[in-house]
C-alpha cells in the first residue's frame, strides 16, 4: 500500500496544471496551421497547394514537358506518391486531373490526353488510360529552380530533397485562383486574366505607392475559364478592398430556330 502510494505522489509530482480553455486554443491553433501548410490552403508565393508543387516538380524533373510525349498517368502518380506525396493515388490524380481541365483552371498547367470529365461533372477515366504531360506555361513556374533561387526541404522519409516554393514568373494564385479549405479557415480567390495582372504588376513597379484603385484600371476583375457575364461591380470592389465580396456569374443563351426545331 506505501509503496502504491509513493508511485501516484511520484506520478502527480510530473503534472503539469493548465488551464483547458487555453490549451485548447493554443494546441486547435497549432493542429489548423499544420492542416493549412501541409496540404489545405495555396502558398501565396507560387499559388500552390503541397500535392500540386509536387505534382509538377516531378514532372519536371522526369522531363515530362510540353516538348516531350505524353507519358501515362499512371507513371506521375506513382513517383509522385513514392517520392513526395505518400496520401492516397486517389488525391494526387485528382489534383493532376484539375490542374488539366480546362473549365477549372483558367490557364492550365497540365496538358492532358485523354477523358478527364468534364464541366457537368463526368468523373475522368482511370490514370491507366489518360496521359499528360506539363503545359508550356508550367514550365514558367520552374525556371532557374536549380539556380539557388528558392529554399529546398527534405521530403516525408528525409530521403529526396524538394522545394518548399516554385520561383514562379507570374502571381499563379492571382491568374489561376484557388479553393481551399482548413480547419477554422478558408479560400476562395477567382482567377484572372494574365495580361491584366501583367499590366498591374508594370505599373506597380513604376508606382510602388498606388493603391488599389489605381491597380483596379488594369485588373477589371475576374476571368473566369467558363466565361460568364459578371453581374454588378460592388461584389468585385468589395472583394479588392476588404478580401470579402460575392459575385453573381449569369450565362449568356441564344435560341437558333432550324427548322421545325429549336436549338440552344
Not at 479553393?179 to 495580361?195: E, F, Q, R, S, Y
Request: charged share 25%; net charge negative; hydrophobic share 35%.
Amino acid at each position: 500500500m506505501e509503496k502504491d502510494v509513493k508511485e501516484f505522489s511520484t506520478a502527480t509530482e510530473k503534472l503539469i496544471q493548465v488551464d483547458i480553455e487555453k490549451e485548447m486554443r493554443e494546441s486547435f491553433l497549432q493542429y489548423s496551421m499544420a492542416v493549412l501548410v501541409s496540404r489545405a490552403l495555396p502558398d501565396v508565393r507560387d499559388g500552390m497547394k503541397p500535392v500540386h508543387r509536387r505534382i509538377i516538380y516531378t514532372m519536371n524533373e522526369a522531363d515530362n514537358t510540353s516538348s516531350k510525349p505524353y507519358r501515362k498517368c499512371a507513371y506521375t502518380v506513382g513517383e509522385v506518391l513514392g517520392k513526395y506525396h505518400p496520401h492516397g493515388d486517389a488525391s494526387v490524380y485528382d489534383a493532376l486531373v484539375r490542374l488539366a481541365q480546362d473549365f477549372s483552371m483558367r490557364y492550365p498547367l497540365i496538358d492532358g490526353h485523354g477523358n478527364f470529365g468534364s464541366v457537368d461533372g463526368d468523373p475522368p477515366a482511370a490514370y491507366r488510360y489518360t496521359e499528360a504531360r506539363m503545359a508550356k506555361i508550367a514550365s514558367e513556374l520552374l525556371k532557374d529552380i536549380k539556380k539557388d533561387t528558392i529554399d529546398w526541404g527534405k521530403n516525408y522519409d528525409d530521403k529526396l530533397d524538394e522545394p518548399t516554393v516554385l520561383p514562379v514568373k507570374f502571381p499563379n494564385l492571382l491568374v489561376n485562383g484557388s479553393v481551399g479549405i482548413a480547419v477554422g479557415m478558408a479560400t476562395n480567390i477567382p482567377p484572372h486574366n494574365l495580361n491584366e495582372v501583367c499590366d498591374a504588376i508594370v505599373a506597380r513597379m513604376d508606382n510602388p505607392e498606388c493603391g488599389i484603385e489605381e491597380i483596379l484600371q488594369y485588373i477589371k476583375g475576374p476571368d473566369f475559364p467558363t466565361g460568364g457575364i459578371i453581374m454588378g461591380y460592388s461584389g468585385i470592389r468589395s472583394a479588392y478592398y476588404t478580401g470579402r465580396g460575392k459575385i453573381t456569374l449569369r450565362g449568356k443563351a441564344e435560341i437558333v430556330e432550324e427548322g421545325n426545331h429549336s436549338r440552344i
